[in-house]
């Protein structure tokens, strides 16, 4: 079909256009029509490849596979719109899934401004996740698992695989029989939350705090082996393999029964649920649904895709391969290649986020050679992709704030991306403002008094670090140093939130032109006050012996920092502070900026961080984040690099790149000419 034959189709059904009327007729014309308030015909601008997937048959299994910035999720919501206005079929209905719920509302939008309704029943907008949970698990699984609840509501409860054991005592009923032995013969229990199956790999896995470790890994050990063979000198048959992944099913099914269950579960059960005849069911229920994002499709996900998918439904994945960055997910795009590979396929070529420049670099990292830039200015020609270096990451962002003022993108939409979630922390807090944590409990009241949620995160954590202290000491900044005769970190998180709000009540503490001895001594005076008067907060979780509170803080273990006792406090103050908001390279996925400055870690150990080792020379995961940050950008892509040598200056400007130095020599003798 031509491009004119797509859009008199769908035009038909979206808008009700006329016969006799083209679309850029029709555009003219409209009065309150899905062109509302735009420039141009919403269809009529469409490429030939958004249209043609826009028609692709319904009864078909299809993957569109769409470049950064093709406009992918306006696609999906114009298919979607297609599709349910022209749906009969009170019963039946289409389900449009994704990752997020921020992505779920834009789709929400789009099917709405397309559909001209805000409401899609029989069809489902929502996350997989959501779909899995309503649809399949919450409905069926009882049955399955053989949970009998007290009441009618026969739910099964949710427990994240992160839920520490010291703050759910309940969670040691469902311990595993095999313990975790550290390589240095540590014990450690595993317990039901922390356990997953994978259906990929068919093998169990478990957390020992963030880290995952497959079971079949573990037990082939040679710390494991050696372990198991001493005790085969008594026990022949001591752990053998089928006897440990009998321990750990056993540990499950009896998590199950109980009705609980950690998100994985929900795919596992899932599974086992739709190979029955409930699967088929489903797929009557739902015969088509489209999947945005499909590169982040864990392969538990896609093979509870697979199952609706043999059970009758039709599945439409929409995605970019190379924008797969969730390895910690057990996300693997090979895993999603193999599964599409019998899919009709369709694309979207078209990038309508970035310059040319840019493009062409991203598509150059990646070895793609096929998206073209649409309809977006070159502003900076080859000053598109600049790069800076760094002694620190700080001095990279003050170059690139530097940089936005003399090219006048100072009111432009900037971000700075990195990949470690540390170092965004660390950069909020030296380019927002510096402090020194020798006096964490000041700081702590003077991020509070703030009020941005971020600030008051850190001032929690520098409250509870202080106040901790009073209390034996704390475990970790990630639980506020909740101590350890405290059992519940939820209601000592309540706790420091009550003093620091006590604190902020009192105007000479609120003081910060006073020496820090000064505030020391009026501090003395109040804290002993407002910690007994807010312990019934804690005090049903506090197992350490009677403390007497009102005596708990004295001139020995509250004293001023050395060298600090006639300083002036003075309100929190960095070196260089700019409003540029900072984010992960991940939270950054699906969306468009001006400019981004993407700083690359110091040297290679991150992973997936450094611009050479990763980003360029890389493989796999880590060279796609570097693609997938190097495709926010619409105008100008800076890159923050450590301080270079000069063959590593020659690499990057074979890339297109150059050096902020000779960005500003040319701006300064424009001006001077």
Not at 65 to 72: D, F, I, M, T, W
Not at 447 to 459: D, F, H, P, T, V
Not at 510 to 533: C, P, V
Request: aromatic share 12%; net charge positive; glycine share 6%.
């Amino acid at each position: 079909m031509t491009k004119e034959e797509c859009q008199e189709k769908i035009a038909k059904v979206i808008c009700k256009k006329s016969e006799g009327v083209t679309c850029d007729e029709c555009f003219r014309m409209s009065k309150g029509t899905i062109c509302a308030g735009f420039e141009k015909c919403r269809i009529s601008e469409k490429t030939v490849e958004q249209l043609n997937y826009v028609l692709a048959s319904k009864k078909d299994n299809a993957f569109l596979s769409a470049c950064a910035g093709s406009g992918k999720t306006e696609v999906v919501g114009m298919k979607a719109a297609y599709e349910i206005k022209q749906w009969n079929d009170r019963n039946k209905g289409i389900a449009v899934l994704s990752f997020t719920n921020d992505a779920t509302e834009v789709i929400k939008n789009r099917v709405s401004m397309f559909a001209g309704r805000n409401g899609t029943y029989p069809h489902y907008i929502g996350t997989l996740s959501s779909f899995i949970h309503s649809y399949i698990v919450q409905p069926f699984a009882y049955k399955f698992v053989g949970y009998r609840a007290e009441n009618s509501d026969c739910s099964l409860h949710i427990v994240e695989e992160g839920v520490p054991i010291y703050s759910r005592h309940w969670l040691k009923n469902y311990e595993c029989s095999i313990p975790y032995l550290s390589s240095r013969n540590k014990r450690s229990s595993i317990y039901a939350h922390q356990i997953g199956f994978d259906f990929i790999k068919k093998d169990f896995y478990f957390y020992v705090g963030n880290r995952l470790i497959w079971l079949k890994d573990y037990y082939q050990s040679n710390s494991i082996q050696e372990y198991i063979c001493e005790r085969r000198e008594k026990k022949p048959h001591f752990w053998e393999w089928n006897y440990v992944k009998e321990c750990f099913s056993n540990c499950k099914k009896k998590f199950w029964k109980q009705g609980f269950a950690n998100f994985d579960d929900l795919n596992f059960l899932a599974v086992r649920i739709l190979k029955k005849n409930i699967g088929t069911e489903i797929a009557k229920r739902f015969p088509l649904i489209l999947i945005d994002e499909c590169q982040d499709l864990s392969g538990n996900e896609l093979e509870v895709l697979r199952q609706i998918q043999e059970k009758g439904c039709c599945i439409h994945l929409i995605g970019d391969l190379h924008q797969s960055i969730y390895d910690f997910k057990r996300v693997n795009p090979d895993i999603i290649a193999e599964y599409i590979k019998d899919l009709k396929k369709y694309e979207l070529n078209s990038n309508f986020r970035s310059c040319k420049e840019i493009v062409s670099f991203s598509e150059k990292l990646i070895g793609k050679s096929n998206s073209i830039s649409e309809n977006v200015e070159s502003k900076f020609g080859n000053q598109a992709l600049v790069y800076v270096e760094y002694k620190t990451p700080e001095e990279a962002v003050e170059k690139y704030a530097s940089l936005l003022d003399r090219m006048g993108c100072k009111t432009y939409k900037n971000r700075i991306l990195v990949k470690q979630n540390s170092l965004r922390k660390q950069l909020e807090r030296s380019t927002k403002n510096e402090f020194d944590t020798k006096e964490p409990l000041i700081v702590a009241v003077q991020l509070w008094k703030e009020k941005n949620q971020n600030k008051m995160s850190l001032a929690l954590e520098l409250a509870g670090l202080q106040v901790s202290k009073w209390f034996g000491g704390g475990r970790t900044k990630k639980n506020y140093y909740c101590p350890q005769e405290i059992t519940s970190v939820f209601a000592w998180r309540i706790y420091l939130m009550k003093v620091l709000n006590d604190i902020e009540k009192l105007e000479i503490l609120m003081d910060f032109n006073q020496t820090y001895g000064k505030w020391h001594e009026n501090a003395r005076k109040e804290l002993n006050r407002i910690l007994e008067s807010q312990y019934d907060i804690i005090a049903n979780y506090d197992k350490g012996d009677a403390r007497k509170i009102g005596n708990i803080v004295n001139g020995n273990n509250f004293k001023v920092s050395s060298g600090n006792k006639d300083v002036i406090i003075n309100d929190l103050e960095g070196n260089f502070i700019t409003d540029i908001p900072i984010m992960t390279i991940h939270g950054s996925k699906g969306c468009t900026y001006d400019t981004t400055l993407v700083i690359s870690s110091e040297n290679a150990k991150s992973e997936g961080g450094h611009w050479k080792s990763h980003w360029i020379e890389g493989s796999g995961e880590e060279k796609r984040i570097g693609y997938v940050a190097s495709t926010r950008a619409k105008y100008l892509l800076v890159w923050g690099v450590p301080e270079l040598k000069k063959k590593d200056r020659e690499l990057l400007e074979n890339y297109g790149f150059i050096s902020v130095e000779k960005v500003t020599y040319k701006l300064d003798d424009q001006k001077s000419t």
